[in-house]
């Protein structure tokens, strides 16, 4: 670590230490963490069935968190050590496992598609009206 790493991480922690002494700023700074981190972690959370950095952006999430909150520390250390051991086993496994995770995966992304009446829409730039594309939950456009 360098001198200005030094320099700036005594900056951040005295930073910290003004808001920590104000009671009213220290929970204004708490919850905006949580809401920010929060945010951060459903927006990953969301994105993890899809293409896409939707692990990186939990970690992220929880990163956030952490900064604040022990939990969140331990429950990031514990989701990084599972994801770690899932992608080691994965490795492991034979072309016919990894395919079954891949069509999994791609059944999860069509069928929120379909849901979401990404389907209809995609079908009605090209004059496909057909009533299986409509989503169950959002009904017809007409």
């Known amino acids: 670590m360098t001198a200005e790493q030094r ?3 005594g ?7 003004w808001f920590r ?9 708490r919850i905006g963490v949580g809401v920010v981190g929060g945010l951060v972690l459903l927006a ?12 990186l952006v939990v970690f992220a999430g929880l990163a956030i968190l952490a900064t604040e909150f022990e939990w969140a520390g331990k429950v990031l250390r514990f989701a990084k050590r599972y994801y770690d051991a ?13 395919a079954l995770v891949l069509a999994a995966t791609g ?26 594309l409509q989503s169950p939950i959002f009904g017809s456009r007409g």
């Open 11 to 17: 900056e951040r922690k005295e930073q910290r230490h």
């Open 86 to 98: 899932w992608v080691a086993w994965l490795k492991r496994q034979n072309l016919v496992v990894k």
């Open 107 to 132: 059944l999860v992304v069509a069928v929120t598609c379909w849901l979401l009446g990404a389907f209809a829409l995609v079908g009605g730039w090209f004059g496909l009206d057909w009533a299986w």
């Open 7 to 9: 320099e700036d991480t």
């Open 21 to 29: 002494r104000n009671p009213a700023m220290n929970m204004t700074y």
């Open 44 to 55: 990953g959370v969301l994105m993890i069935p899809y293409p896409g950095p939707g692990w």
